[in-house]
């Protein structure tokens, strides 16, 4: 079945009211970044974590800030890596605490220096001890002087010198 059998509104996004109950996960990966841009932000909170899990990395690029921040930290949960990765900076601006607070230890491997980078001090703040240590070297090297300062102890407790040396070279640059 194709992504246009999902009912749609007069704009030709999908009309929030049904789309959630009758959408399969088949058609959710046949979503694209210009439909999902089309998506009504307020309708996000319909999303389940299977249902945000099985959009193509490709279709999350049309998420807006917007959209993002009425995701549920619950619908968040099933974000993967690959699905993180294809977030635009802004896109991740828009992700609440709690929301970070609800990603998958795997879902943080996805993130890249300038998402890292353009993060917001409380954000960064917000993460785990397990997200921290499971952020590769690289997009550890985006975290920048601010963001350090509002890390708990026990969270920077994960770094290890792989990390601490790409980390030292990124402040030599910012």
Known sequence: MLFRSVPTGASGAPDASTFFKT???DQLGGLTADQMKNFDPKSASGFSATQLGA??????KGISP???KN???TAISGMKDTQIGSLSSDAVKGLS???????SPDAVKG????????LLPTQMGAMTPTQFSNLDAKAVSGVTADQFKTLAPNVVSGLDSSKIAADRKSTRLN
């Open 23 to 25: 959408v399969t996960q």
């Open 55 to 60: 959009l193509p990395p490709d279709a999350l």
């Open 66 to 68: 917007d959209l993002i």
């Open 71 to 73: 995701l549920t930290p």
């Open 97 to 103: 605490t709690t929301q970070i607070q609800n990603l």
């Open 111 to 118: 993130f890249t220096p300038d998402q890292i980078r353009n």
